[in-house]
């Protein structure tokens, strides 16, 4: 099993920054892959960005690529993701979620291939 745990939402303007962490516990592994996802009121969970643990390959949303920026601390097995030119668009939970697979290529933008996930964290982008 695998425990993540996320931080760092909360309140901010438009075009403003926050920073979210998902610490991760457990049986992780450096095959893994670590996405973010985000569910606004009333819509499906969507894929935000995503990176492969093993070498750091990145996957991004168009909706966010270019503002959006996803990296790791090794030692800490912690995975962030760093949002600046934040839109009320942005709105919504922001959950952190593991993927087991061992695969290649880019991460995987698919809810359905991510087995655990975190309890979520709660960003509101004001306009």
């Known amino acids: 099993q695998v425990q993540l745990v996320e931080s760092g939402g909360g309140l901010v303007q438009t075009g403003g920054s926050l920073r979210l962490s998902c610490a991760a516990s457990?049986?992780?592994?450096?095959?893994?892959?670590m996405g973010w996802f985000r569910e606004a009121p009333g819509k499906e969970r969507e894929f935000v960005a995503a990176?492969?643990?093993?070498?750091?390959?990145?996957n991004y949303a168009d909706s966010v690529k270019g503002r959006f920026t996803i990296s790791r601390d090794n030692a800490k097995v912690t995975v962030y993701l760093q949002m600046n030119s934040l839109k009320p668009e942005d709105t919504g939970v922001y959950y952190c979620a593991a993927d087991k697979r061992t695969s290649v290529g880019l991460p995987s933008g698919l809810k359905e291939d991510y087995d655990y996930w975190g309890q979520g964290t709660q960003v509101t982008v004001s306009s």
């Open positions: 990176m492969r643990w093993s070498d750091g390959s990145t």
């Open positions: 457990g049986r992780f592994y450096s095959t893994y892959a």
